[in-house]
């Protein structure tokens, strides 16, 4: 699969992600969302590249920041500093994400499936109760 491939499946990702607080779509559509990226790691997780950590993340960065970028749009007009805030929260969720690829690659399919679940979760929980929220 080529390169512009699997930055298309991220930007999917984000894009379906968004669609979970679109008026206009349905939101079942977020409840799949995760699906080409988990493609995209699979396909990186078939290589035998020391960096695939580094790949990992960065295909994911681009498409939560692309999540974010949709459902903040807003914070832009608020104040110029809003802006970072799609690259920091898109590097917390790229960070979980290619922990996830890590887990899996050294532990299993089922591990790493448990890891993104709870890791996930427990993110958004701290995410909630944190003062930097946004």
Not at 36 to 51: A, G, H, M, N, Q
Request: glycine share 6%; hydrophobic share 60%; charged share 10%.
């Amino acid at each position: 699969m080529k390169t512009y491939h699997k930055w298309l499946l991220s930007a999917a990702t984000g894009f379906l992600l968004y669609s979970g607080w679109s008026t206009w779509l349905p939101f079942p559509l977020m409840l799949v969302a995760l699906v080409p990226l988990l493609f995209v790691e699979e396909l990186i997780s078939k290589t035998v590249d020391k960096r695939s950590f580094y790949a990992v993340f960065s295909y994911a960065w681009f498409g939560f920041i692309f999540w974010n970028m949709l459902s903040i749009w807003w914070g832009s007009i608020a104040t110029v500093s809003a802006l970072a805030v799609p690259f920091i929260n898109g590097a917390f969720l790229a960070f979980i994400f290619a922990c996830y690829h890590l887990v899996k690659k050294r532990l299993g399919v089922s591990y790493g499936r448990m890891f993104l679940l709870v890791a996930w979760l427990a993110f958004e929980y701290v995410h909630h109760f944190w003062e930097w929220q946004f």
